[in-house]
């Protein structure tokens, strides 16, 4: 997907699927940072332009083209308007070689959405390891909870994970049962709160848009289809509660 051929096909693709839905947030996942900056120049030349910050979680992806003397490959966030602070956080374990690891990571920015200060992240945990996934998701949910309490917090990414599994009780909020006894709720819920919602990966429904409960309602999401990604892209809306 990140070879240097692909650059523009995957670029291409993003900005069609981002102009048919207009979201305000794109969280993207195991993207080349050429990919990445390929639709950031797309998106300037139409009236949904974007900003954008990248954070590398491998630095030497063969498969990616060179970008400031390295192949770069990681996650990403899109937001409409200006984004006003960006962080990462590694998280535990790596994946990989010794000679080529891969540095697992969160993303989030703040930015402004219908004229609310909202703090916007990505994430993409890994696929290998019951230990190493409920490390990282457990580090992901302990950095975004306290924000709940001063404002909208929304978490895009690649859990790897199904709903049901106990390392997202950390995430889902008491009324979605099975333990859970976080603050969020999912952007792919029916009219009731359920740890459910559509596959995005095959069979398995493991990619996510959690949203903090306290400050959101009406959610709804679709899993859409992609040509260049082994995953369905999820694309949600919600609703802002006043």
Known sequence: MCNDGAVASVADAIKRSILDFRPHAVGLNEVCRAQYKGVL???RRTGWAMRGRFVATKTRANDCPV???????????????PILWARSWP??????????????????????????????????ITNTGRR???????KVTRIVTPWVRRGPVVVMGDFNVIPTNNALDRLYSPNHGGGASGRFQEADESAFHCRCGESTSGSRKIDYI?????????PSA???????SDHDPLRGSVARRR
């Open 210 to 218: 959690f949203l903090s409960n306290r400050h959101w309602n009406a």
């Open 67 to 81: 970008v400031g003397g390295r192949p770069r490959f990681g996650n990403a966030v899109l937001t409409r308007n």
């Open 91 to 124: 998280l535990p374990h790596r994946d990989g070689s010794a000679s080529a690891p891969e540095i697992r990571k969160l993303l989030c920015v703040t930015t402004s959405i219908a004229g609310f200060h909202k703090r916007v992240c990505s994430t993409h």
């Open 41 to 43: 120049r797309r998106l």
């Open 132 to 138: 190493r996934k409920n490390a990282q998701i457990r």
């Open 222 to 228: 679709n899993a859409t289809h992609s040509d260049v």
